[in-house]
Nanobody
Framework: QVELVESGGGLVQAGGSLSLACAPS????????MGWFRQAPGKEREFVAA????????TYADSVKGRFTISRGNAKNSVYLEMNRLKPEDTAVYYC??????????????WGQGTQVTVSF
C-alpha cells in the first residue's frame, strides 16, 4: 500500500506561479509512474501531467502544455508540478497519482487526498 501526500497548493493571482509536491510513503520500494490530475467544482476529474518512473517520458494535457512542468524529485517516487502563468480556469483540487504498469493519464493505482489551487482574477 502506498500513501501519497500532496503539498504546495494555495491562492495566487492570475499570471502567477505555484509548485506542488507529492511525497509517497509506505511501499515505496516499487518504481511508480506518477501523475497529476485535477477536479474543478462541478466537473469531472481530468488529467494534467504524468511522468514515467525513469523520468525520461512526460506527457501533458493540452490545456497546460507550455505552462506546467512535471518532474521527479530526489526521493524515490516523489514528484513535483511547477505551474506558471496560472489562469482562473486552473482553479481546482489537484491530486497526485501513482501507477505501476502504465503512465497514469486516465487511471491510477493510488491517489492522494488532494490540495486546493485557487487562481484569482
Amino acid at each position: 500500500q502506498v500513501e501519497l501526500v500532496e503539498s504546495g497548493g494555495g491562492l495566487v493571482q492570475a499570471g502567477g506561479s505555484l509548485s506542488l509536491a507529492c511525497a509517497p510513503s509506505g511501499r515505496t520500494s516499487t518504481n511508480y509512474n506518477m501523475g497529476w490530475f485535477r477536479q474543478a467544482p462541478g466537473k469531472e476529474r481530468e488529467f494534467v501531467a504524468a511522468i514515467k518512473w525513469s523520468g525520461d517520458i512526460t506527457t501533458y494535457a493540452d490545456s497546460v502544455k507550455g505552462r506546467f512542468t512535471i518532474s521527479r524529485g530526489n526521493a524515490k517516487n516523489s514528484v513535483y508540478l511547477e505551474m506558471n502563468r496560472l489562469k482562473p480556469e486552473d482553479t481546482a483540487v489537484y491530486y497526485c497519482a501513482a501507477a505501476i504498469y502504465v503512465i497514469p493519464t486516465t487511471a491510477a493505482d493510488y491517489w492522494g487526498q488532494g490540495t486546493q489551487v485557487t487562481v484569482s482574477f
